[in-house]
């Protein structure tokens, strides 16, 4: 039995829907060293660093009792070196300071970039 929802007239199945492939013009890799092309244009972009202090695991329902005055346990040790990361990716580890009554991060030791981005 034929569905009653679906047109059995091609007339009635409305406009015809046409696929093409997208082609895109051939890029040059030498015209991105032009004026311009330099990282400098973007050295004023604000990004967001992290700096991540530790981590524990909790169950929810101990989560669910947490309340002023809590206190939660981290797993790392006080020395434990404090990891920087842009977009969750680490780039350099440090250790807290304090500078002027905020916490800072000292920077002992930078990270080798990541390769193989598969990210993008």
Known sequence: MADPTTPTDPAEAGPAVVAK????PQ???R???????TLDSLR???ITVTARLGHTIMPIAEILTLGPGSVV???EIISAPVELTVRGVPFAVGEVVVVNDHFAVRIKNLLPPRTGRTDL
Do not use: N, Q, R
């Open 21 to 24: 492939h997208a082609e895109f």
């Open 44 to 46: 004023d972009v604000p």
């Open 73 to 75: 346990e981290l797993e």
């Open 27 to 29: 890029l040059d890799p």
């Open 31 to 37: 015209a991105a060293t032009g004026a311009g092309a």
